[in-house]
């Protein structure tokens, strides 16, 4: 394509095709070309394309009013949306402070476990530990708690120093031939007290992670008990558990928070993708009534906002998509169909030589692709498979989410599917047999 756009865009110098319009699970470019969109783009389109509620709302807000300031007022949109965020939410878990997107909801998560320790006399506590192979977002705050070293290596002395960085838990690499489930998670989850004494628990602010790994490891789920352990840990050592749901939230792998499926609540709850469904960014911190409560008897406000905060018009469209994914009881159809996917994917590409692994939760689904399935060695980075997987599946109208890195930053390669929870079992059945193409594809040239 001739180079005639002013954006600065992804692949700098590089014009992708023009998207003109979507409808359901498909994209349609400006030259007729059609996609599936397997990946929600990057987990994000949940409702699927168009959605004529959804329209309405926000139609219907901004012509009610679009905007107003959080300093002078509330709206009835965004009271709304925090009512049924609360009603819907983990236990303990009571206010929503609303942003504009994943990486914005976590400079505040971080910010608020900061202010809450100085709220409540805690003011050492200033240490962030996150795990490696983990993402929160690109912002210089959110970046540091990252564990993504190739997205980290460009920022090298810019990041905060006080944050440290514990091992995933990821029984397909971590786990021991011959160790346990029970006794592996418990091993991943002892790093975190280890880490905690290693710094001075009077020193520790918070402990960050996603519940399940998303664009990093591609879609790995923890082991069972890890992340109950991880809450005890927590609460042995005052440390405030913030759980990033970016992109595994919001009903994407089959229940509306992830961690409804590990039986613990966590201190500060992250969702932002699924939560506008792409109809409007925006992003949330939901956090429990005692850290509030912290602020009410403390110094009375949080030193943190920025201008958008709480828009009206992201708050109703909101609203509209989580009403929709409700009525239509959409997360039953998130279990069902990801359970169709999960199969077909299986049974086309399980014992294709170079698919290491199947993995996720809902339609939350992910491979890892390998040289060698009994070593599992990785491909050599300078191949770009994860490229070649993407633009082959591109070429075939099939949008996927691929990465590289999967491993250490550098080595490995994986591609995630996060289809919207709309799709149907025919449409399911063409993302396996489009996916399964393009794999055949890359790989018949050695
Ligand atoms: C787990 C997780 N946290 C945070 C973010 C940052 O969100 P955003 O890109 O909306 O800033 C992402 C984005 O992919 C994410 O996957």
């Given at each position: 394509?001739?180079?005639d ?7 700098a ?5 023009r998207a ?12 007729g070309?059609r996609?599936?969109?397997a ?8 409702l ?8 309405r ?10 905007y107003?300031?959080t300093?002078f ?5 965004a ?8 009603r ?6 009571g ?6 997107d ?6 505040t ?5 900061h ?14 530990i996150?795990?490696?192979?983990s993402?929160h977002g ?6 540091s708690?990252g564990g993504?070293a ?22 397909y ?16 989850a ?5 880490e ?17 790994v ?5 879609c790995v789920?923890?082991s ?7 809450r005890?840990?927590?609460d042995?050592y ?9 992109m595994?939230g919001m009903?994407?792998t ?7 499926q590990e ?17 409007v ?10 850290i ?15 201008t958008?905060?709480?828009?009206p018009?992201?708050?109703?469209a909101?609203l ?7 009525s ?5 159809n998130v ?6 996917l999960?199969?077909a ?5 399980a ?8 993995r996720?939760r809902?339609l939350?689904l992910a ?17 770009h ?15 996927i989410?691929a ?7 550098r080595?490995?390669?994986h ?5 919207p929870?709309?799709?149907t079992?025919q ?7 489009r ?8 790989f018949?040239t050695p």
């Open positions: 394509m001739m180079n756009s002013h954006i600065f865009h992804r692949t110098g590089v014009v992708p095709p003109s319009h979507g409808e359901g699970v498909w994209i349609t470019a400006t030259d070309r996609y599936l969109d990946c929600g783009g990057a987990a994000v389109s949940c699927g394309h168009g959605d004529p509620a959804v329209v709302a926000l139609s219907d807000q901004a012509a009610q009013l679009a107003a300031h300093s007022f509330t709206t009835e949109a009271e709304d949306l925090a009512n049924l965020l609360v819907n939410a983990p236990e303990g878990l206010r929503v402070y609303f942003l504009c994943g990486s914005e909801a976590i400079e998560a971080i910010k608020m476990a202010q809450y320790h100085r709220e409540t006399g805690g003011a050492a506590r200033r240490h962030v996150a795990r490696q192979q993402y690109n912002t210089l705050g959110a970046l708690a993504n190739w997205r980290r290596t460009t920022y090298d002395g810019l990041l905060l120093p006080a944050t440290s960085h514990i091992a995933p838990c990821w029984a690499r971590h786990q021991t031939p011959g160790e346990s489930d029970s006794d592996y998670a418990a091993r991943a002892g790093s975190l007290e280890t905690i004494l290693r710094l001075g628990p009077e020193n520790v602010s918070c402990f960050i992670a996603e519940t399940v998303g664009a990093t490891l591609g789920p923890p069972p008990g890890y992340f109950r352990q991880i005890d840990i927590c042995r005052g440390v405030l558990l913030i759980l990033d749901e970016v595994c009903g994407r089959g229940t509306l928070h992830a961690c409804e039986g613990i609540s966590p201190d500060i709850l992250v969702v932002a993708k699924g939560l506008g469904a792409g109809y960014p925006l992003g949330a911190v939901i956090c429990s009534d005692r509030h409560d912290a602020f009410v008897d403390g110094s009375g406000s949080f030193t943190h906002g920025h958008f905060v709480g828009h018009v992201a708050c109703a909101a509209a998509v989580q009403r929709e994914i409700a239509r009881d959409l997360l039953n279990r069902l169909r990801g359970a169709e999960h199969g994917l299986g049974a086309r590409l014992v294709h030589p170079h698919v290491g692994d199947i996720g809902g939350f491979l890892e692709f390998v040289a060698d399935r009994q070593d599992k060695t990785p491909f050599a980075p300078e191949r498979v994860h490229r070649a997987l993407r633009d082959a599946a591109f070429r075939k109208g099939l949008l989410y990465m590289a890195g999967t491993i250490d930053g080595r490995g390669d591609i995630l599917l996060a289809p929870y709309t799709v079992t449409e399911v059945q063409q993302v396996a047999d996916l399964a193409d393009a794999v055949t594809e890359v018949a």
